[in-house]
């Protein structure tokens, strides 16, 4: 039970991602503890419309 609720305080319930909070700690955590040198995060303009038209017929899911 316990690890359920830790599982939902850093993730989201519907896609199972990290959220936000946890997003913006990792990278912390990692270079404390292996010394993470760079991180990368990529915002795709409208995404909805190219998952819509493409990943959808596709059976793909991003």
């Known amino acids: 039970m316990l690890q ?16 936000a909070g ?3 700690a990792k990278p912390v955590e990692l270079v404390e503890k292996d ?3 760079g991180v990368l995060f990529i915002d795709i303009d ?3 419309n190219l998952n819509d038209t493409s990943a ?3 059976g793909i899911r991003f």
Do not use: A, M
């Open 46 to 48: 409208h995404f909805k």
């Open 35 to 37: 010394g993470l040198k």
């Open 4 to 19: 359920g609720v830790t599982l939902n305080s850093i993730s989201d319930g519907l896609t199972g991602l990290y959220n």
């Open 56 to 58: 959808h017929s596709e």
């Open 22 to 24: 946890t997003i913006r």
